[in-house]
């Protein structure tokens, strides 16, 4: 089993939509949770982190949910620049776990 | 400018024939880290170090070797490559390896080994 899983979409939305994904992670031991932006296969680039509460950063919420293992995230009124894939990252001792991607497409 | 910085950014080369793609941060972080992205898989770390001359094996380090002589470059060297080494390439820095510090990726080497 993959120690980080992702629906891979892709979810195509239009402008201004609400658009929400998860992920699930293996190991109970994960310590600490990200969501990363990757546009066309360039670097990817930390969206924000995931904390226990729940945090928001503008029109991103990001949720942990430790019990089932699962963390989301929630992009609201979305806009064209959306459009990417993001990857769900855990860390755990020392060493980081991504999973395979969501693809997000937002359209006119 | 803050940045990680990869080279070469394209590589088609032979089975065998050994090859060496640098990395180097203008950071001063201690922790930096190699992966590559295949499709489908995600990133997947291959070697990562905490500091200089520390290194450590990530999920799939066979085939690889790095090394940690100054804190500013983690070169990834390929002394066999085979043709299931070809992929896309990130480097990774990060400040050190604190709960959630952020990793910042150099921009890819994409790499074909024929």
């Known amino acids: 089993r993959k120690e980080v899983e992702q629906d891979p979409g892709p979810f195509n939305v239009p402008e201004g939509a609400t658009v929400a994904f998860n992920c699930t992670y293996s190991?109970?031991?994960?310590?600490?949770f990200f969501w990363y932006r990757q546009d066309c296969r360039k670097e990817p680039k930390l969206l924000m982190s995931v904390y226990s509460s729940g945090n928001e950063d503008g029109r991103f919420t990001a949720q942990l949910n430790r019990a089932s293992q699962y963390i989301s995230l929630l992009i609201r009124d979305s806009k064209l620049s959306d459009s990417a894939t993001y990857l769900c990252?855990?860390?755990?001792?020392?060493?980081?776990?991504f999973g395979a991607g969501t693809t997000v497409t937002v359209r006119a | 400018e803050a940045q990680v910085t990869q080279n070469p950014r394209y590589l088609i080369t032979v089975t065998g024939k050994k090859l060496t793609v640098t990395c180097s941060q203008n950071m001063n972080h201690e922790y930096m880290s190699w992966y590559r992205q295949d499709p489908g898989l995600g990133l997947r770390q291959i070697y990562y170090?905490?500091?200089?001359?520390?290194?450590d094996k990530g999920d799939v380090p066979e085939g690889y070797k790095v090394s940690r002589k100054e804190k500013r470059n983690f070169p990834l060297i390929l002394e066999s490559p085979s043709p299931n080494q070809t992929s896309l390439y990130f480097c990774?820095?990060?400040?050190?390896?604190?709960?959630?510090?952020?990793?910042?990726f150099g921009p890819g080497t994409r790499l074909t080994v024929l």
């Open positions: 990774a820095s990060s400040l050190d390896f604190g709960t959630y510090n952020e990793q910042f």
């Open positions: 170090s905490m500091n200089v001359e520390v290194t």
């Open positions: 190991n109970s031991a994960s310590q600490s």
């Open positions: 990252v855990v860390n755990r001792d020392y060493k980081l776990s």
